[in-house]
């Protein structure tokens, strides 16, 4: 089994670490990059979907970036405990019409002991906004900057 650090049990840090590499992975709009950071048989709730395994997991990823065009995603943590995260989130897109939302959402990670998610549960709302509305601006599919501001500091 290879380890995915930062291993638990958590600290602050290596928490912050933890929700930054998963939005960074997330940001790369890659199914199976993404996967990578969850167990083989990772449980998941998504808004109202509930996904089982990887080969589940790379298949909504490439379903939702396919409908979620221009995806950009910033992460904040929220609470942690020894193998556990919660984090809040707000992404950008646009769909298909060029209508862009802004998704606000929490989720709820626990990990195992190399350092991989085996359960997330994630609720998820989303807000039409006017594209002169956006936030969320750096090259697409690639890491916030680190000089852009985060969920706190935008007031989200």
Avoid at 98 to 114: I, K, L, Q, S
């Amino acid at each position: 089994m290879t380890n995915r650090p930062p291993l638990p049990p958590f600290t602050r840090d290596t928490a912050e670490q933890k929700v930054r590499s998963a939005e960074d992975g997330w940001n790369t709009c890659n199914p199976e990059r993404v996967s990578l950071a969850y167990t083989q048989d990772s449980v998941w709730r998504n808004r109202n979907e509930f996904l089982h395994g990887r080969p589940a997991i790379v298949a909504f990823l490439a379903r939702k970036w396919n409908r979620e065009l221009d995806y950009r995603l910033i992460k904040e943590l929220w609470a942690f405990t020894d193998n556990r995260i919660a984090v809040r989130f707000a992404y950008e897109y646009r769909d298909d019409s060029n209508t862009w939302f802004r998704a606000y959402g929490n989720e709820n990670w626990e990990f195992d002991p190399h350092g991989l998610m085996r359960v997330r549960h994630a609720s998820i709302n989303d807000l039409p906004i006017t594209p002169d509305a956006r936030l969320f601006h750096w090259d697409r599919a690639m890491p916030r900057p680190a000089g852009h501001p985060g969920l706190s500091e935008l007031g989200l």
